[in-house]
């Protein structure tokens, strides 16, 4: 019998997004980024990272509201044919 090999990694979803930001700020990340050798990219992951773990608490989980129809659906208490069978 063969080995089973390892599952291969769930593939990780990725989106691109545009960010306009004035000349001088472009030229300041660019010297931070040749001071700290490292990519603009990596910078903005990193400061994007820091901040939504520092007010993750501000995100507010939405719960989605159940119509009345749908809360009456297994409601067999009220139901005045449940007894008949039909």
Do not use: W
Not at 21 to 37: G, V, Y
Not at 72 to 83: P, Q, R, V, W, Y
Request: proline share 5%; net charge positive; aromatic share 8%.
């Amino acid at each position: 019998m063969p080995k089973r090999g390892k599952r291969k990694p769930r593939k990780i979803k990725y989106y691109k997004k545009n960010l306009k930001i004035p000349e001088t700020q472009n030229k300041l990340l660019r010297q931070f980024c040749k001071i700290h050798k490292t990519t603009e990219n990596k910078v903005f992951r990193k400061a994007l990272r820091e901040f939504l773990q520092r007010n993750v608490h501000l995100v507010g989980h939405t719960h989605q509201e159940v119509s009345p129809n749908q809360l009456t659906l297994f409601d067999f208490m009220n139901d005045d044919s449940a007894g008949t069978g039909t």
